[in-house]
Nanobody, 120 residues
């Protein structure tokens, strides 16, 4: 069984920074992609940023230049550094990963989400 454990959410003032972490654990053989999505009530979940095992990254236009993403392959952990936060960044942030488990099966997994609130 695979688990994604997120940490680092919280309340911050506009202009501030937060760092989210997510570690994949359990029957993980190889992580292929890790990323972050976010969702606000009444809206669809949207991509924030993702990173491939070869370090190729992709960002939503709304966070480009403010957020960075990195991955520690050995620890199966992804980090999202969020700077210059805006009230519109307020959302539940979900970790996501495409990975291969110990049985050789590729699957997509979600974390339970962590709340990020940016006050104006």
């Amino acid at each position: 069984q695979v688990q994604l454990a997120e940490s680092g959410g919280g309340l911050v003032q506009a202009g501030g920074s937060l760092r989210l972490s997510c570690q994949a654990s359990g029957s993980v053989a190889e992580v292929l992609i890790m990323g972050w999505y976010r969702q606000v009530p009444g809206k669809q979940r949207e991509l924030v940023a993702l990173i491939h095992v070869d370090k190729h990254t992709r960002f939503a236009d709304s966070v480009q230049g403010r957020f960075t993403i990195s991955m520690d392959n050995d620890k199966s952990t992804v980090y999202l550094q969020m700077n210059s936060l805006k009230p519109e960044d307020t959302a539940v942030y979900y970790c996501n990963s495409d990975l291969i488990d110990q049985f050789g099966s590729e699957g997509n997994y979600w974390g339970q989400g962590t709340q990020v609130t940016v006050s104006s």
